[in-house]
């Protein structure tokens, strides 16, 4: 199997800036999605390959990736940002794999 | 707008089959792959099986057991689940792609699988 491993849990002041890193082998050639879980509703995507950003998503929200580890920024995160967010790649074969996901809390 | 309904989910015994529909709508069906992910209670998405033009995938820990498929002409994706264990009760959510099987883009509502004696 495969992993994607991320942070189980990041704590950021409203405002200020938090970073979500997700770490895999394969990252240097595959993209990475992130997707946003708040409790009790179905994920959201908020960046697709690597770095984009889907119609809707506030400007705050960005990617990127270098090497082995992507990274979901949130700059000036916001109460409404408090979730669990997801990472989500392909291993070298091409087969879809999560990362374990981390809880983000905005207090 | 793009819509995914999920529906058969319910409690099934260990061993047991249930099938999943997806009714998709707000998009041209047959321009996507689709897929499955789960989510066991409490604990993190899981991969389950997508389906395009081309062959299925699967996740190893379905495969054999999980067939997914669908039919263009009425907007729908299945699952059908057989020999069913208990680690595979999870709500399960039916996705539409970016285009490719392997990019998850707007996500379903779930529905919820319990496989219990």
């Known amino acids: 199997s495969y992993e994607l491993t991320q942070p189980p849990s990041v704590s950021v002041s409203p405002g200020q800036t938090a970073r979500i890193t997700c770490s895999g082998d394969?990252?240097?050639?595959?993209?990475a999605y992130w997707y946003q879980q708040k409790s009790g509703l179905a994920p959201v995507l908020v960046i697709y390959e690597d770095s984009n950003r889907p119609s809707g998503i506030p400007e705050r929200f960005s990617g990127s990736s270098s090497g082995t580890m992507a990274t979901l920024t949130i700059s000036g995160a916001q109460f409404e940002d408090e979730a669990d967010y997801y990472c989500y790649s392909t291993d070298i074969n091409g087969s879809p794999w999560f990362g374990g996901g981390t809880k983000l809390t905005v207090l | 707008e793009v819509q995914l309904v999920e529906s058969g989910g319910g409690l099934v015994q260990p061993g047991g089959s249930l099938r999943l529909s997806c009714a998709a709508s707000?998009?041209?069906?047959?321009?996507?792959?689709m897929s499955w992910v789960r989510q066991a209670p409490g604990k993190g998405l899981e991969w389950v099986s997508a389906?395009?033009?081309?062959?299925?995938h699967y996740a190893e820990s379905v495969k054999g057991r999980f067939t997914i498929s669908r039919d263009n002409s009425k907007n729908t994706l299945y699952l059908q689940m057989n020999s069913l264990r208990v680690e595979d009760t999870a709500v399960y959510y039916c996705v539409k792609t970016l285009g490719g099987y392997d990019s998850l883009d707007y996500w379903g509502q779930g529905t919820l699988v319990t496989v219990s004696s």
């Open positions: 394969a990252l240097p050639k595959k993209y």
């Open positions: 707000g998009f041209t069906f047959t321009s996507y792959a």
């Open positions: 389906l395009g033009g081309g062959s299925p």
